[in-house]
């Protein structure tokens, strides 16, 4: 019923920038965070950066002062401009968001993921 639909990853050299977009879609009632988890190959899953309704940001400390997440309520989107990207930044970058959907008068807020996009930062 609702997908988290990614875009904007690539192949991009080591000080290079990318941007990455994730549109939710779907019976969609309220959307209380947003954000953006990565894995690299033989690492964990780890948060990346997330931004509430409220517009409160939080970033990895990894990221701190080279990515800045950005959200447009009006489209359900959330966006993550990665500047000065480094090859360690190199992994599998995925959407998440925090979705109340409504069906009738009944509400419930699930968690969901996009598909992943891949960023790769060459040396």
């Known amino acids: 019923q609702v997908q988290l639909v990614e875009s904007g990853g690539g192949l991009v050299q080591a000080g290079g920038s990318l941007r990455l977009s994730c549109a939710a879609s779907?019976?969609?009632?309220?959307?209380?965070?947003m954000g953006w988890y990565r894995q690299a190959p033989g690492k964990q899953r780890e948060l990346v950066a997330t931004?509430?309704?409220?517009?409160?940001?939080n970033y990895a400390d990894s990221v701190k002062g080279r990515f800045t997440i950005s959200r447009d309520n009006s489209k359900n989107t959330v966006y993550l401009q990665m500047n000065s990207l480094k090859p360690e930044d190199t992994a599998v970058y995925y959407c998440?968001?925090?979705?109340?959907?409504?069906?009738?008068?009944?509400?419930?807020?699930?968690?969901?993921w996009g598909q992943g996009t891949q960023v790769t930062v060459s040396s």
């Open positions: 779907g019976l969609i009632f309220s959307i209380r965070s």
């Open positions: 931004r509430g309704s409220d517009g409160r940001s």
């Open positions: 998440n968001a925090a979705i109340t959907t409504a069906q009738g008068f009944s509400v419930m807020e699930n968690d969901y």
